[in-house]
């Protein structure tokens, strides 16, 4: 039995890596009943999709100081289908150090070899690089006297430049490369909550904070670029809207230009936060104008209203829908998911070509309302 999972009648089985000289790796067992850990609570990032070669699409979640990954197929086995009924199983236990704590950020990487890597931060203040395929520890520094409750890397833009930050608010920027790590302290007295790396540019950093300040910040400099109007209550995710060719896990692995409308140049971003709202940015990529307000979408909360402890339990991520300006459900939209009270995902969409800045036109648009998907089903909330 290993850490956090409960196996039932378990049988050996060894996972071949295509491409390697025919060696084979053990990636654990075949489960034919596994009951998986917990993931670890209150982290901006905890999980994250990635997509291999040789090992398809994986799925990978923190639970204590170890990350659980899994191997997700369609329902006949296929890797890279993309018809209705998945398949979940157990692929691997990643198991740090014994002096490794909590495991409180991941995300996957493919690097500039092409290889699967998985970035782990960890409340000892480490980041660490992992190998997916060996499942090694390849790369670390510890230049964070806290923990690190986020990290960043976009491998479309430069694989080698990795961001961090940690709850006394220090940011790290790592240039794998050189070998060299920067640390520096944006704004002070803050923990740094969520961060996410700009999709047309690698040293803009949306950074979002405990007390709920959200600013952009120029990570190779060590400057804040613009500070936004931010939240009441801390930011618990930031996500960018791709505005650039991206290699996306989840559908298919092939390069999808998103949004190539050379005539647009705005990059869109967006924040959440316990305060129970959602706000999206509207910035200009190719100038230093201030970021705009776009939309502030204010969760639902049901006929009976929340009470002060369920609202405190409030964990709201967001995240942009894939190619949502191309699908019939949503032409010429923009589309985010969200949670909710009471764990339904909701989506939110509203017209992209009648996005209005802020100011005074900000007050003639239309409430944006979402829609809640329970089992599959949509629900229209009032």
Known sequence: MTLGEVEVEVHGARVESGGRGGREFSHGKDHLRLLPPSANWYCSKICDWG????????????????????????????????????????????????????VTAVQFLTDTTGDLRLV?????????????????????HRKHKAEVMAVTVSDTLDANFVVAGDRQGRVSA??????????????????????????????????GYRSGVL??????????????????????????????????????????????????????????SRDKSIKVWKLASNSAEEPALDQVLRLPTGKQGMSFTQTKQLWLPVT????????????????????????????????ADKSQGQGKKEKKRAPCKPVAVKGGVEMHTH
């Not at 782990?120 to 670390?140: F, H, K, P």
């Not at 070998?179 to 002070?188: A, D, E, L, R």
């Not at 936004?228 to 230009?257: F, N, S, Y």
């Open 174 to 207: 790592w240039e794998r490369d050189a070998g060299n790590v920067s640390v520096f302290m944006p704004i002070s007295g803050d923990g740094i909550h969520s961060m996410a790396i700009s999709p047309h540019d690698k040293a803009l950093v949306a950074v």
């Open 320 to 351: 942009w829908s894939v190619k949502d300006n191309e699908t019939d459900k949503a032409p010429g939209k923009h589309c985010l998911w969200s949670g909710s009270f009471d764990g339904s995902l909701l989506r939110w969409e509203w017209s």
């Open 215 to 272: 600013c952009l910040v120029d990570a190779a400099k060590g400057t804040i670029r613009h500070r936004l109007a931010g939240h009441d209550q801390e930011v618990q995710c930031v996500a960018w809207k791709a505005t650039v060719k991206t290699d996306d896990p989840v559908v298919g692995g092939e390069e999808e230009d998103v949004e190539s409308d050379s005539a647009d140049p705005d990059v869109w971003l967006a924040s959440s």
């Open 120 to 140: 782990c931060g960890g409340e000892e203040g480490s980041v660490q690089i992992w190998d997916v395929a060996t499942l090694t520890m390849i790369e670390q």
């Open 51 to 102: 997509r291999s070669d040789d090992f398809g699409l994986l799925f990978a979640f923190g639970a204590k100081n170890s990350v659980f990954i899994y191997q997700v197929t369609s329902g006949d086995g296929r890797q890279d289908s993309s018809e209705d009924g998945v398949k979940v199983s157990f692929f691997a236990q990643l198991v740090r150090g014994k002096r490794d704590r909590r």
